[in-house]
């Protein structure tokens, strides 16, 4: 089931964004109880708990993913949902770790043997991924 929104009942982190949708067209639907997806021409939005978790920017090619802090399974869920395929966030030992071959290690050894050879990078509110 999918509800249309109003444009008030997303929360953008920033300015440019906020002018984007001022300006342009966009789609608004309900994922779930708390999670919403704006699209744009340029952009796709994810928000969960009143955070912009995904933003997709189409003509930079360009990811960037925030949690605000809430290292939830949800937030980890919806983040995964809308990440290319051949990238993933997964946790071990309570740290967030993003994957760019959906190679999962088996152990502390092969994540520390991953994290040296750059397939897997730790996870930071704000990062951006070039794709």
């Keep these: 089931m999918i509800w249309y929104l109003k444009k008030e009942e997303f929360n953008f982190n920033g300015v440019k964004d906020i002018l984007e949708l001022q300006a342009k067209e966009f789609k608004l639907k309900r994922l779930s109880g ?75 050894k092969q994540l520390r043997e991953m994290v040296k050879s750059g397939e897997v990078v730790e996870y930071r509110d704000g990062m951006v991924i070039n794709y």
């Excluded at 955070?51 to 802090?69: E, G």
């Excluded at 990238?87 to 999962?104: A, L, R, T």
């Design 34 to 108: 708390g999670a919403m997806e704006l699209r744009t021409d340029n952009n796709i939005y994810v928000q969960y708990a009143y955070t912009v978790v995904f933003k997709k920017d189409l003509k930079a090619r360009k990811i960037t993913l925030n949690t605000n802090w809430y290292y939830t399974v949800t937030s980890k869920k919806w983040i995964n949902k809308y990440l290319p395929g051949f990238i993933d966030i997964f946790q071990m030992d309570y740290i967030w770790y993003v994957s760019i071959k959906w190679e999962y290690p088996r152990g502390k």
